[in-house]
């Protein structure tokens, strides 16, 4: 209309944030202690992990098994701020996904996430949590079958969760497939605390009868 004042273009509205998946405490603190049991297995630790790994540990068990998530959260928090120390420079990967992130000082505008919109920020660091804990749990199985724990059941579990993180993202069959397995990692894992589990051996070929 004639002498009607110019008004800015309206904003395209925002996307929708994207579905947001259950967790309840037991959940999160479940995604953390499993691997992280794994991680104190490793075969670097010679069996007997650092003290100053094993106390927030063995806290945080306890306070999984008695129900106090808080506090098995806060226990997990102490034991990835130790895990992030340089004195383990041989933690490997997927492990080193246990560490508390430590990103090196930068400007905001550096931070290829810094100006994206709120729902996309959160879709990727939804996203960057599902491909760690697929990581962690595939991990997870390849030490348990290096050490001659019974993980073959679990392994169509995570092929499944991988699939389902290809189509339809960190959703929550994907999570019921990873939960799955970390169930069973604490079931069937020993603490690291107790006796170490070597690499089961190679079988030795079969004498023949003119050596035996």
Same mark, same amino acid.
């Given at each position: 209309?004639?002498g009607?004042?110019?008004?800015?273009?309206e904003?395209?509205?925002?996307a /929708?944030?994207?579905?947001?998946?259950p967790?309840s405490?037991?959940? =999160?603190?479940l995604?953390?202690?499993?691997?992280?049991?794994?991680?104190?297995?490793?075969?670097?630790w =010679?069996?007997a992990?650092?003290?100053?790994?094993?106390?927030?540990f063995?806290?945080?068990?306890?306070?999984? !098994? &008695?129900?106090?998530? @808080?506090?098995c959260a806060t226990?997990l928090?102490?034991?990835s701020?130790? %895990?992030?120390?340089?004195? +383990?420079? @041989?933690?490997?990967?997927?492990?080193?996904?246990?560490?508390?992130?430590?990103?090196?000082?930068?400007p905001?505008?550096?931070?290829?996430?810094?100006? %994206? $919109? *709120? /729902? #996309?920020?959160?879709?990727?660091?939804?996203?960057?949590?599902? #491909?760690?804990?697929?990581?962690l !749990?595939?991990? @997870?199985?390849? +030490?348990?079958?290096?050490?001659g724990?019974?993980? *073959?059941?679990?392994?169509?579990?995570?092929?499944e969760? =991988? &699939?389902?993180?290809? &189509?339809?993202?960190? @959703?929550?069959?994907?999570? #019921?497939?990873?939960?799955?397995i +970390?169930s069973?990692?604490?079931?069937?894992?020993?603490l690291?605390?107790?006796?170490?589990v070597?690499a089961?051996?190679?079988?030795? $070929?079969?004498?023949?009868?003119?050596?035996?």
């Open positions: 209309m004639p009607a004042p110019n008004r800015p273009p904003a395209p509205p925002e /929708p944030p994207p579905p947001s998946v967790e405490p037991l959940q =999160k603190d995604r953390r202690l499993a691997p992280s049991r794994i991680a104190l297995l490793l075969d670097l =010679k069996g992990p650092n003290p100053d790994l094993l106390g927030p063995d806290r945080a068990e306890k306070a999984f !098994a &008695t129900g106090d998530y @808080s506090a226990a928090d102490q034991l701020v130790r %895990l992030a120390e340089p004195r +383990w420079p @041989s933690l490997p990967e997927p492990f080193r996904r246990l560490r508390v992130p430590i990103p090196a000082p930068m905001p505008h550096w931070d290829p996430d810094h100006a %994206l $919109p *709120g /729902p #996309e920020k959160e879709a990727r660091r939804a996203r960057r949590a599902a #491909e760690d804990q697929l990581a !749990a595939a991990g @997870s199985l390849d +030490w348990a079958a290096a050490h724990l019974a993980a *073959g059941d679990l392994a169509p579990r995570l092929e969760a =991988k &699939t389902l993180l290809g &189509t339809e993202g960190p @959703s929550g069959a994907f999570y #019921e497939r990873i939960d799955a +970390w069973a990692v604490r079931e069937r894992c020993p690291p605390h107790g006796a170490p070597r089961a051996p190679a079988a030795a $070929p079969p004498a023949d009868a003119e050596g035996a």
